[in-house]
């Protein structure tokens, strides 16, 4: 195929929530028709952390369910689970072993993470970017969707393929690894915790009320929209740096009402939180519904999503074994 290639991921770790799906998934929809698309669940990644088995083995179905739930056409991506194409393991190691030590220490995210493990940091949490790394060098990705706390993961997969594969092992002509670029998601990447309108909704939040998850029933949207953290003025809008919770919820539902920042900044501007409030959790609840009714579809056939995971499975081996060929030949194994 001659179109661009793009590669991405989430891990599954816990439910999927707005964040992942209006500043990830929704781009990788968009993408799926212009780009030859391949989404993977990452759960070698997922497993950089303690896991619980089951949890795991549910979590990454379920994932999956959701990518194609939001709209991930199994005809126009592939989808596939990281573990079950074994040259991500394979690649990681090779890349590994041409990787300075240095530039994984000096990883923001695993600075972040590790004080969090105290005393039980894995050796599978400094290798995080590597995996990584391997993820999206195996698809000669060309753009690689992600948000702006990947940003240094990605220069560092950019760092080895050129620095330390094409520049030792291949010559100019034939470069060993396809040097990918950061497709940095802008407008609404950043959906932010609904406890505090200037740190990221994520998954690691141990308070649940700071995220919706995209499987949350309407009542639990509905509680969680109505606690979310407000100011005391009325009248909602955008730009005001002093507001991030307005900032935010507003632009939540911008997106999710399918109209534009202007028409909702101006619907919404002399509108007390009272009134704003129903109103997005009437509208999120809407716009989850359909997801959640072909999530329950998929999970109460797992038969079929079986079966989109074995092709897209397939899709992936050709791709990725082609370029773990190229990388074993370089640096000399036999073959
Ligand atoms: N680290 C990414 C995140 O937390 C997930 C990820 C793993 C990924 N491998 C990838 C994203 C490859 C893009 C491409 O968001």
């Not at 009248?235 to 911008?254: M, T, V």
Request: negative net charge; proline residues 6%; hydrophobic residues 40%.
């Amino acid at each position: 195929m001659g179109l661009p290639r793009v590669l991405s991921g989430v891990q599954p770790t816990g439910a999927l929530h707005l964040g992942n799906w209006l500043g990830a998934i929704r781009n990788w929809v968009e993408l799926q028709s212009s780009h030859d698309t391949f989404v993977c669940v990452v759960d070698l990644h997922a497993i950089t952390v303690p896991h619980d088995p089951k949890q795991l083995a549910h979590d990454t179905l379920s994932t999956a369910a959701l990518y194609v739930a939001c709209g991930m056409d199994p005809e126009h991506c592939s989808i596939f689970v990281q573990s079950q194409v074994k040259a991500h393991s394979e690649l990681c190691w090779l890349l590994n072993c041409v990787t300075p030590l240095n530039w994984l220490e000096r990883m923001i995210q695993f600075k972040e993470k590790a004080v969090k493990q105290g005393d039980n940091v894995s050796v599978g949490l400094l290798d995080y970017p590597v995996l990584m790394a391997a993820d999206i060098l195996l698809y000669d990705a060309d753009l690689v969707p992600v948000g702006e706390d990947q940003k240094q993961h990605l220069e560092l997969a950019r760092d080895i393929a050129q620095q330390r594969i094409n520049a030792n092992f291949g010559s100019k002509e034939e470069p060993v690894l396809k040097v990918p670029k950061p497709l940095i998601l802008k407008e609404g990447a950043r959906v932010m915790s609904l406890n505090d309108g200037r740190s990221k909704m994520s998954k690691s939040d141990p308070n649940e009320g700071s995220r919706i998850t995209l499987l949350d029933p309407p009542e639990l949207i509905t509680k969680k929209i109505k606690r979310a953290k407000t100011d005391p003025q009325i009248g909602l809008e955008f730009g005001n740096p002093d507001r991030p919770e307005a900032e935010n919820l507003l632009s939540i539902y911008s997106i999710l009402s399918k109209q534009s920042r202007d028409v909702v900044a101006a619907e919404c501007a002399e509108m007390g939180w009272g009134t704003f409030k129903p109103l997005l959790a009437e509208t999120t609840v809407a716009a989850l519904e359909p997801i959640q009714s072909r999530y329950a579809e998929l999970m109460g056939d797992q038969a079929e999503l079986k079966r989109i995971l074995n092709q897209g499975r397939e899709r992936a081996e050709v791709v990725a074994e082609a370029t773990l060929k190229r990388v074993r030949d370089a640096l000399g194994f036999l073959a």
